[in-house]
């Protein structure tokens, strides 16, 4: 559940779905085909990948097109220097968040040189990036800039799912009220 402009007066209780849609991406294609159903009316994609592996974040590439190219087979995505067509996401329109765990495995002296290369990830995919010490839930603790990225994640999704361009409801998505605690709040259905 997630309080889409919490804070302000538009505030409305969405409920968002996930699902994991994980597995390997050179796997074989009934497994690819599998995914490929979940892929469907996708509102927004968070991209997880392990800091400690370099290949981990330059699978990144081959996850975003498979699901945004949802019938095309990828190519010149990642070839084996590391290139790619950074114009294949110039007009993604689905919300995308790049979030590196096990930052706390990287030695301090190789952080910046680690952080530096997943921010061009983030860049390339114009999304906001998240980096988590899986030790210390201060980073995502409320208000830490970590859970304010999250937040904004989660509202360009509502946004892209229930909203035109200029800001209106899309017809036919009516708020759906429901009590609890004795107050009233606006509940949305993904």
């Known amino acids: 559940v997630h309080d889409y402009k919490e804070g ?12 994991d849609v994980g597995g390997s991406v050179g796997s074989a294609s009934s497994v690819k085909s599998t995914r490929a159903v979940f892929y469907n009316s996708v509102n927004g994609i968070i991209l997880v990948h392990d800091l400690t592996n370099k290949k981990s974040s330059q699978n990144l590439y081959r996850w975003s097109l498979e699901a945004l190219n949802r019938d095309l087979v990828p190519t010149g995505v990642l070839v084996t220097n590391g290139d790619y067509d950074r114009e294949q996401f110039a007009d993604n329109q689905i919300p995308l968040l790049v979030i ?3 930052l706390d ?16 990830l983030a860049e390339d995919f114009n999304a906001e990036e998240i980096n988590l010490d899986c030790t210390n839930p201060r980073y995502l603790a409320a208000g830490s800039s970590n859970a304010v990225k999250l937040s904004r994640f989660f509202d360009k999704v509502i946004e892209k799912r229930y909203f035109l361009r200029d800001g209106n409801q899309i017809p036919g998505f009516p708020d759906r009220k429901r009590f609890g605690g004795g107050t009233l709040k606006s509940l949305h259905y993904d």
């Open 100 to 102: 590196g765990t096990k």
């Open 8 to 19: 302000t007066p538009e505030e409305k209780t969405y409920y968002i779905e996930f699902w």
């Open 105 to 120: 495995q990287i030695h301090e002296t190789k952080r910046h040189e680690v952080l530096t290369r997943t921010a061009f």
